[in-house]
Structures are given as C-alpha cells and as structure tokens.
C-alpha cells in the first residue's frame, strides 16, 4: 500500500507540472465521466495554480521548489480523495506500463527477424551447399565503343572498344584484361561474353575465365598473362578446354571454329559447383576439384598472331 501511494503521488504530481503528457491524460479521462473525480481534480489544478501564482505557470518547466511544493499538496489533499480515485488512476497507469512493455516487445521481435534475415542472406555456404543465381545485373557493358572504364589491364597491350567490339592491340602475343571490382565467394555469380572468333590457327586462342585473388587484393598472373588461380575457358582450334583452380582439367570438346562465329559463354559459379554454357549447351556442370576463396574478377584473354580479330561484344555479371 505505501509503494501504491509513492506511484500514486507521482503520477499525480508528473500530470499536474506537465511532465507527463500520458499522465494528464490519464487524470482527465480518469475524471471525464465521473462529477465526483471532476471536482478532486478541479481542486488540484486550483491549489496548484494558487502555489505557482500564475494560471500559465506550465508554459515553462517548474522549479525543483514548485515541484516538491506540489508534491506536499498532492500528498496532504490525497486522503479527501474519493475512494474509487486510486484505483482509477494506478489502473491507467498500469495499462500505459503494460503498452509500452508490448511496443518494447514488438520492436526486440522485428529486430531479432531482421537479424535473422540479414544473416540467411549474407552467410558463408555451408559445406557442399549450392549457391542460387537471382539473375540480378551488377555489371552490364555493350562493349560497342564505349569508355573502357571499370577495367584492368593485365599487359602491356592497348584494347580498343568500336562499333564492332572490343578487340586487342599492338604486336605482342598476348593481351588480357578483367575487371577491376571483384566479387566475393559467399553468393552465386554468372559472367556472360558475346564474342566473335576467326578461323584459330594453333597459336591462337581465347580464354574466358574468372580469376581467383584467393584473398588477396588483385588475382595474380603468370608470365603468359594467364591467372594462377582461376575457373577459365580455353577456346583454340581443337576444341574448348575448361580448367578449374590450379589449372585442373575439368571438361574438354572438340569443336570446329568457323570463320566470323559468333560464341555466347556462361560461366556459373555456384560455390563447390561450378556451370559453363556455350551458346546454350551445357559443357560443364559439376563439383570444383577445390573451393574458391574469392574475391573473382571476371576476365578475357587472347593470344596469338590473330588475337587482334577476335572481337568481345559484350559482358554482363550476374549474381
């Protein structure tokens, strides 16, 4: 009963100073359909503007003096009190408590489900789990003249975006290049090349791959500008040769290359799997003879005395 009156005396003293908005409005609602609770509260807000002197006294906060003022009125005219009054007034005020318990509830609730969807979305694949492409685009170039911007070139070698392409320059064997963003491991990822090939002779070649930094900060290259660590495609005038990471024979075809061909190449990375397309047929669908640590940095390469013909028309990234 003493702690009842201690919450009591509070709340009426929190609602009379203008503290507590929600305890004003307790105090009239306690007291708009009840003539006798009308009164005891016209009486407090009378002896409260008779200690503070002023009837616009709330426009500012009160005084550390004015309130514990009030707070003796309110305690010497409690027991002149009508007797359903305490009950009414700790009852709204536990219905405020019991609300504002719930909003804290429901609020705890949304952010353990937002935790919990946020972790589903970003977690690392468990072990032989497949990752899911969504086909969303993170990168999209009609390679038909445009600035080259958002490359890496890996030699010497110029490339030159037209109307027709992008194709190597200059006279050295071989040229590459990827893209200077790389891409995590955790979710799935497609690269996607259009390109138009000459009649390969036995020294030239195309390759398609992603490169593999293995946690590194840029993937690494060996001295023919091919990447150490890499899911490729290797297209030359015998066939196509798939290699998985440390240059693993995963797939091989044979495949006559006539002169101007057009090739659509899709490289899957699916986590432990992997899943090459060549215009549309499936030449590659399986586990990696390792895992990828990632970040790939999807990339083209060319070699041999026709490489400046062979023209890339597009590339699009996926994940």
Not at 181 to 201: E, I, K, P, Q, T
Request: glycine share 8%; with cysteine.
């Amino acid at each position: 009963m003493v702690d009842d009156d201690v919450t009591l005396q509070e709340l009426i003293v929190r609602a009379l100073t203008g503290r507590d908005q929600q305890a004003r409005k307790s105090l009239d609602a306690a007291a708009a359909s009840d003539p006798e609770l009308q009164r005891f509260c016209a009486e407090l807000d009378e002896v409260v503007t008779t200690l503070a002197g002023s009837t616009s006294w709330r426009a500012a906060p009160p005084s550390p003096e004015l309130t514990a003022m009030i707070r003796q009125a309110v305690i010497s005219r409690l027991p002149a009190a009508p007797p359903h009054f305490r009950t009414v007034m700790l009852e709204a005020d536990l219905g405020r408590r019991r609300a504002r318990k719930r909003l804290v509830l429901w609020v705890l609730l949304g952010l353990v489900l937002l935790a919990a969807a946020i972790y589903v979305c970003q977690r690392p694949p468990r072990e032989g789990e497949r990752l899911r492409l969504t086909g969303k685009a993170v990168f999209d170039a009609p390679l038909k003249g445009e600035p080259l911007n958002g490359w890496e070139f890996v030699t010497a070698a110029p490339w030159n975006s037209a109307a027709e392409g992008l194709r190597a320059g200059g006279a050295t064997d071989v040229a590459a290049l990827h893209l200077k963003d790389g891409f995590d491991c955790a979710r799935a990822l497609a690269f996607n090349v259009d390109l138009r090939v000459v009649s390969l002779d036995d020294e030239t070649a195309v390759t398609v791959f992603l490169a593999d930094a293995q946690g590194g900060v840029q993937p690494l290259f060996g001295p023919a500008a091919r990447p150490r660590a890499a899911l490729e495609l290797d297209i030359t005038a015998d066939g196509m040769f798939l290699y998985g990471p440390s240059h693993a024979l995963l797939q091989s075809q044979p495949a006559a290359i006539a002169s101007g061909m057009f090739m659509r190449v899709r490289m899957e990375y699916l986590g432990q799997e992997a899943r090459v397309l060549v215009n549309g047929k499936v030449l590659f669908e399986g586990a990696l003879p390792r895992p990828l640590q990632g970040p790939l940095y999807p990339g083209m390469r060319v070699t041999g005395p026709k490489k400046n013909e062979i023209a890339f028309n597009s590339v699009r990234v996926e994940r």
